[in-house]
């Protein structure tokens, strides 16, 4: 098989988020400038939302539109103390009906069609969106107001909450934005509006140009190779599986960096000054390459990983749950990604390594001292943390049962399996 037509085509999707940052910017100047009121803001970003959900997804763009209005309604319909609930299951069970659409239609028809996975991604960024909104409201964080005029719904009460849902900044590609985060830059864009972002802008897309040039690099480098890296039963198979996952996390890299930059170009995500003076567009990042690729803990890469979707996660699953609340995380982790037996296996094999990384990094600690100790160290736990994610990652993204068995029949899968034996010889770390 061709190995690399696995990988999900962003190219287009890229050219899509691409074709959005001045618009982008049009906002955030007209913003400045004031010749856009407060409702007209809404009205823009949500256009905004819509037009780019039909030209990405066409006929699809309903997978996306029919539950951010509901969601909407739900907000001003339903108690607070029971909305999460309401919110929550409705959104998950649309979008696992579609994601069993998806493997419907890939696993049984072979076929696919890209304007629906481009849907269905948005509208998992959408599950996000709302789940936090639920939660801000259930918990008491945000209040909704009298949105009410007579037996009517007053439509300028609904605007921010459905500019929330559909805001094309973070359409296709996120960062995950709290309510209150999003209506303050929108507010702020007049009353103290944040620096020209066009120096920050700038340099990420050219952040995003250096990674696309690596990605043509990798894929170069696999290609020369003939053999398909999954049948490979060497220790070059093991170097050609982590290649290929870096390919993906190379995708991913350039996917959240330029919905950044499309959010810092409409003014969000501003965090203030440093030291120096200078601004500092972090307030809302998913990206810490540097971190990623030169932590050696799994446990980091878990939390740093996709960093607004993980805060989300820990706040929905992991805070609430009080029995093994790792385990449950990830799994539904693999429930909000569509449940192939790829995501299944993936998601619960790096719930472990997590498990597993605390115990021996516990364990490991007093007898690392410095020097070259420490280099060793960091080193070999380096060395694994990249090779099990690489594991993790494959099965994941090729979803298929298949691929799990040509995973499990390669070396690579030693890697975290000797982490899942530690599970069995060492006791639990202390809390």
Same mark, same amino acid.
Request: net charge positive; with cysteine.
């Given at each position: #098989? &061709?190995?690399?037509?696995?990988?999900? &085509?962003?190219? =287009?999707?890229?050219?899509?988020?691409?074709?959005?940052?001045?618009?982008?910017?049009?906002?955030?100047?007209?913003?400045?400038?004031?010749?856009? =009121?407060? *409702?007209?803001?809404?009205?823009?970003?949500?256009?905004?939302?819509?037009?780019?959900?039909?030209?990405?997804?066409?006929?699809?763009?309903?997978?996306?539109? *029919?539950?951010?209005?509901?969601?909407?309604?739900?907000?001003?319909?339903?108690?607070?103390?029971?909305?999460?609930?309401?919110?929550?299951?409705?959104?998950?069970?649309?979008?696992?009906?579609?994601?069993?659409?998806?493997?419907?239609?890939?696993?049984?028809?072979?076929?696919?069609?890209?304007?629906?996975?481009?849907?269905?991604? =948005?509208?998992?960024?959408?599950?996000? /969106?709302?789940?936090?909104?639920?939660?801000?409201?259930?918990?008491?964080?945000?209040?909704?107001? &009298?949105?009410?005029?007579?037996?009517? +719904?007053?439509?300028?009460?609904?605007?921010?909450?459905?500019?929330? #849902?559909?805001?094309?900044?973070?359409?296709?590609?996120?960062?995950?934005?709290?309510?209150?985060?999003?209506?303050?830059?929108?507010?702020?864009?007049?009353?103290?509006?944040?620096?020209?972002?066009?120096?920050?802008?700038?340099?990420?897309?050219?952040?995003?140009?250096?990674?696309?040039? +690596? %990605?043509?690099?990798?894929?170069?480098? *696999?290609?020369?190779?003939?053999? &398909?890296?999954?049948? =490979?039963?060497? $220790?070059?198979?093991? $170097?050609?599986?982590?290649?290929?996952?870096?390919?993906?996390? #190379?995708?991913?890299?350039?996917?959240?960096?330029?919905?950044?930059?499309?959010?810092?170009?409409?003014?969000?995500?501003?965090?203030?000054?440093?030291? %120096?003076?200078?601004?500092?567009?972090?307030?809302?990042?998913?990206?810490?390459?540097?971190?990623?690729?030169?932590?050696?803990?799994?446990?980091?890469?878990?939390?740093?990983?996709?960093?607004?979707?993980?805060?989300?996660?820990?706040?929905?699953?992991?805070? %609430?749950?009080?029995?093994?609340?790792?385990?449950?995380?990830?799994?539904?982790?693999?429930?909000?990604?569509?449940?192939?037996?790829?995501?299944?296996?993936?998601?619960?094999?790096?719930?472990?390594?997590?498990?597993?990384?605390? /115990?021996?990094?516990?364990?490991?600690?007093?007898?690392?001292?410095?020097?070259?100790?420490?280099?060793?160290?960091?080193?070999?736990?380096?060395?694994?943390?990249? $090779?099990?994610?690489?594991?993790?990652?494959?099965?994941?993204?090729?979803?298929?049962?298949?691929?799990? /068995? #040509?995973?499990?029949?390669?070396?690579?899968?030693?890697?975290?399996?000797?982490?899942?034996?530690?599970?069995?010889?060492?006791?639990? %770390?202390?809390?």
């Amino acid at each position: #098989m &061709d190995f690399l037509f696995l990988l999900f &085509d962003v190219h =287009s999707l890229i050219l899509y988020q691409c074709a959005a940052i001045p618009f982008s910017f049009l906002f955030y100047y007209l913003c400045i400038t004031g010749y856009l =009121s407060l *409702i007209s803001r809404y009205i823009y970003l949500i256009l905004g939302g819509f037009l780019l959900a039909v030209i990405t997804m066409g006929p699809y763009c309903l997978v996306v539109l *029919i539950p951010a209005v509901s969601s909407v309604l739900l907000i001003h319909f339903v108690s607070s103390q029971r909305l999460h609930t309401w919110a929550f299951l409705t959104q998950m069970g649309w979008q696992t009906s579609w994601h069993l659409v998806l493997q419907y239609r890939g696993y049984q028809l072979q076929e696919g069609d890209p304007r629906l996975l481009v849907a269905v991604s =948005s509208l998992m960024l959408l599950t996000q /969106r709302v789940t936090s909104l639920s939660l801000d409201i259930q918990e008491g964080k945000l209040k909704t107001g &009298d949105t009410r005029t007579g037996n009517c +719904v007053s439509f300028s009460s609904l605007l921010p909450y459905l500019s929330y #849902m559909l805001y094309f900044p973070a359409l296709l590609g996120g960062p995950l934005c709290s309510f209150r985060t999003f209506t303050s830059c929108v507010k702020l864009c007049t009353v103290n509006p944040p620096p020209n972002p066009l120096w920050t802008v700038s340099k990420k897309c050219v952040l995003v140009l250096g990674l696309e040039g +690596v %990605k043509t690099l990798l894929t170069i480098c *696999i290609d020369i190779h003939t053999e &398909d890296p999954m049948q =490979s039963r060497d $220790l070059e198979g093991v $170097l050609l599986i982590w290649s290929v996952s870096l390919l993906y996390k #190379m995708s991913y890299y350039s996917c959240w960096v330029l919905s950044e930059l499309l959010n810092n170009a409409a003014g969000f995500g501003f965090g203030g000054y440093d030291s %120096k003076g200078f601004p500092i567009w972090n307030a809302l990042s998913d990206t810490d390459i540097w971190t990623l690729e030169t932590t050696h803990k799994i446990s980091q890469f878990a939390r740093t990983w996709n960093k607004t979707t993980a805060d989300w996660l820990r706040r929905l699953v992991f805070e %609430k749950c009080k029995a093994y609340p790792l385990l449950a995380t990830f799994a539904f982790s693999a429930w909000w990604h569509g449940l192939h037996p790829g995501q299944i296996f993936g998601f619960l094999c790096w719930a472990a390594t997590v498990e597993a990384d605390y /115990r021996v990094h516990h364990y490991l600690r007093p007898y690392v001292g410095t020097g070259l100790t420490r280099l060793l160290y960091k080193s070999l736990t380096w060395v694994q943390t990249q $090779l099990v994610i690489a594991c993790c990652i494959l099965t994941v993204e090729l979803r298929s049962l298949s691929s799990v /068995r #040509m995973i499990c029949q390669s070396y690579i899968c030693l890697f975290p399996l000797l982490y899942c034996l530690v599970l069995v010889f060492l006791s639990r %770390k202390p809390q």
